[in-house]
T-cell receptor, first 115, second 112 residues
Framework: AQTVTQSQPEMSVQEAETVTLSCTYDTSESDYYLFWYKQPPSRQMILVIR??????QNATENRFSVNFQKAAKSFSLKISDSQLGDAAMYFC????????????FGAGTILRVKS | KAGVTQTPRYLIKTRGQQVTLSCSPI?????VSWYQQTPGQGLQFLFEYFSETQRNKGNFPGRFSGRQFSNSRSEMNVSTLELGDSALYLC???????????FGPGTRLTVT
């Protein structure tokens, strides 16, 4: 079974500092994609960053970067220079192209940013 | 380009009733997926429609059904509503087998 685990229900970070959110997944597939989605209190889910499993290089999008450890099945998100607008629920998700666009989500991590 | 829209945004229904939710994807997107979000179960995949055909289905009872029209708009229907169906229902659209999926704001369904 494909599962995604986020072991941190809640995290806090001081504004301007760095925080890392953890995610592990379980799969026997070789071709898959991993994502981090952000869901602010207004509820609209937004894609933060994605990683193709076949790419060894870690994805980066401005202040957001991932640490993709394929052998360990780990996919953590690092947020640098945290801003108040980063406060949200963050979901790690996984997709196998063979199954279309079905996303399997983790339980989410609430990120609080302190000013 | 307009984003994914969902109607209605809020809905209150009584147990035993049925409900239909609508999702209009981004123009040009042919795939629409539906998810149920609850505090207890998190985000769970319901089904995906692509070019009017159901491409994949999650582990939900037959009371949950959907369809997609030729203009790619999708509806999902829940019959014989139960209290446990109270949730935020999200839809997401994609061009097709593309990587990117874009989510709508959701429909908050409350069953009393």
């Amino acid at each position: 079974a494909q599962t995604v685990t986020q072991s941190q229900p809640e995290m806090s970070v001081q504004e301007a500092e760095t925080v890392t959110l953890s995610c592990t997944y379980d799969t026997s597939e070789s071709d898959y994609y991993l994502f981090w989605y952000k869901q602010p209190p207004s509820r609209q889910m937004i894609l933060v960053i994605r990683q193709e499993a076949y790419k060894q290089q870690n994805a980066t999008e401005n202040r957001f970067s991932v640490n993709f450890q394929k052998a360990a099945k780990s996919f953590s998100l690092k947020i640098s220079d945290s801003q108040l607008g980063d406060a949200a629920m963050y979901f790690c998700a996984y997709k196998v192209p063979e199954y279309g666009n079905k996303l399997v989500f983790g339980a989410g991590t609430i990120l609080r940013v302190k000013s | 380009k307009a984003g994914v829209t969902q109607t209605p945004r809020y809905l209150i229904k009584t147990r035993g009733q049925q409900v239909t939710l609508s999702c209009s994807p981004i123009s040009g997107h042919r795939s629409v997926s539906w998810y149920q979000q609850t505090p207890g179960q998190g985000l769970q995949f319901l089904f995906e429609y692509f070019s009017e055909t159901q491409r994949n289905k999650g582990n939900f009872p037959g009371r949950f059904s959907g369809r997609q029209f030729s203009n790619s708009r999708s509806e999902m229907n829940v019959s014989t509503l139960e209290l446990g169906d109270s949730a935020l229902y999200l839809c997401a659209s994609s061009i097709g087998t593309g990587i990117e999926q874009y989510f709508g704001p959701g429909t908050r369904l409350t069953v009393t």
